[in-house]
């Protein structure tokens, strides 16, 4: 059974400062996904991370997968208030079309 | 285009009501899934259907059946509600089996 795992479940942060979310999941997978969801809202695909040392940027954003660690992070460059939400990665299994997600980051960024 | 849509938005059931939730896509996409989310469980996959008149089981399928008869249309159903089952429904959809790439608006249970 595959599992996905986040860490920090949790973040705090101040604006201006850097900081990584981890996703590690346990078995064999190539494809990696990164969402955004604001409270009560839906979610929002951030990147798509395909094969190994892929590496995808947006803004302050940028997601990296290593599938030997089966590993992927999420870092943040000098955060800004708007990047508040919570962030999640979700892993699709090799053999299907499913996606397991895990259990999602919580990012407040104080002024 | 509209992009996935969820119907209700809201519903409160009573213990053993049934009811059905509708999505629906525009996009022309041949996968299309149902999660449930929980808090501090992250989403998990109900059921999912891989093209026009097929679906699978996902991770928690038990109380909850589905139909793909049109393929914009992908229904999640439940015969008997239960208090387990409070919780908010998310349809999303995709071209190929590369995950979910959209997501529907949420449909937000609650059981009595």
């Known amino acids: 059974e595959l599992k996905v795992e986040q860490n920090p479940l949790f973040l705090s942060m101040q604006e201006g400062k850097n900081y990584t979310i981890y996703c590690n999941y346990s078995?064999?997978?190539?494809?990696l996904y990164w969402y955004r969801q604001d409270p009560g809202k839906s979610l929002e695909s951030l990147f798509v991370?395909?094969?190994?040392?892929a590496v995808k940027q947006e803004g302050r954003l940028m997601a990296s997968l290593d599938t030997k660690a089966r590993l992927s992070t999420l870092h943040i460059t000098a955060a800004v208030h708007d990047l508040s939400a919570t962030y999640f990665c979700a892993v699709e299994e090799t053999s299907g079309s499913r996606l397991t997600f895990g259990e999602g980051t919580q990012l407040t960024v104080n002024p | 285009n509209a992009g996935v849509t969820q119907t209700p938005k809201f519903r409160v059931l009573k213990t053993g009501q049934s009811m059905t939730l509708l999505c629906a896509q525009d996009?022309?996409?041949?996968?299309m899934y149902w999660y449930r989310q929980d808090p501090g469980m992250g989403l998990r996959l109900i059921h999912y259907s891989v093209g026009e008149g097929t679906t699978a089981k996902g991770e928690v399928p038990d109380g909850y059946n589905v139909s793909r008869l049109k393929k914009q249309n992908f229904l999640l159903g439940l015969e008997s509600a239960a208090p387990s089952q409070t919780s908010v429904y998310f349809c999303?959809?995709?071209?190929?089996?590369?995950?979910?790439?959209?997501f529907g608006p949420g449909t937000r249970l609650t059981v009595l």
């Open positions: 991370l395909l094969s190994n040392g």
């Open positions: 999303a959809s995709s071209y190929s089996g590369g995950g979910p790439k959209l």
């Open positions: 996009m022309n996409h041949e996968y």
């Open positions: 078995t064999t997978s190539d494809r």
